[in-house]
């Protein structure tokens, strides 16, 4: 799988790991001029902006290393676009979460996931 499969591969374990759990999708894969928000999903008067991490291994990290300061900028700029988009969703309490996978990127075989609500803060970002 090249490198666009392989996250699409990721995102939809990710989706079925937060259905699961009784989330409803609200979006997935939003694009704006200047960032992308992978699962948008809401559970009562939460929405959660989920940032979906594949790393085949967890060297140096894994995928929960890479939410570097920046990708957290342009996840906060994202979400801002959204609810621009979206202002019946103002409403709701906001949070940032990460779902880490890791493993093989083979359909067959085992991943591990990691999910981290509230992954980064934010303050006055609404």
Not at 30 to 47: A, H, Q, S, T
């Amino acid at each position: 799988m090249n490198t666009t499969q392989v996250g699409a591969w990721a995102e939809e374990i990710a989706w079925q790991h937060i259905h699961q759990h009784g989330w409803q999708l609200v979006g997935r894969n939003f694009f704006c001029k200047g960032g992308e928000l992978d699962i948008v999903v809401r559970k009562g008067n939460v929405l959660a902006f989920i940032e979906v991490k594949y790393r085949k291994r967890n060297i140096m990290g894994g995928a929960i290393a890479s939410l570097s300061p920046t990708k957290q900028r342009r996840l906060i700029h994202s979400a801002k676009v959204f609810l621009q988009a979206h202002p019946l969703l103002l409403k709701l309490d906001c949070r940032f979460d990460l779902i880490a996978i890791s493993g093989s990127d083979s359909p067959h075989s085992q991943v591990q996931i990691q999910w981290l609500d509230n992954a980064f803060i934010t303050s006055g970002w609404g």
